[in-house]
């Protein structure tokens, strides 16, 4: 699947989770993308990445994600997405703000190289 362009990552990501496309989820993904939510455990190719995924999407929560910045140099972008999980009332059960590294694969569809879903929301220690 792909997008066309790294601005529209966010709202493609989005509507496949809140309607619970894993499929096109995953298809976002590049084939050796690595994704991780907590920068600890990390999911690592199609396989692992679908697995996870599916956990996320087993839940009835929606999501709401805008992107913060994109930076574009040649085939590779950097973007910040800030993002929250909604329960069926509408509360915020999770939020956070993740880095993403997208990568535009052969045939001109951009895709995740990384995923790391609260990379710039974490907490140093």
Known sequence: MGVASPEEMAGTFVQCFNDQDATGML??????????????????????????LGGLLASSMKMKGKYESVLTAGDVAVCKLRWELLNAEGWIEMDGVSLEVLKRGGDGKWRFAIDDATGTSRVAE
């Open 27 to 52: 298809a976002l993904y590049a084939p050796d993308a690595l994704f991780t939510m907590d920068g600890e455990t990390f999911a690592r190719g199609a396989g692992e990445i679908k697995a996870v």
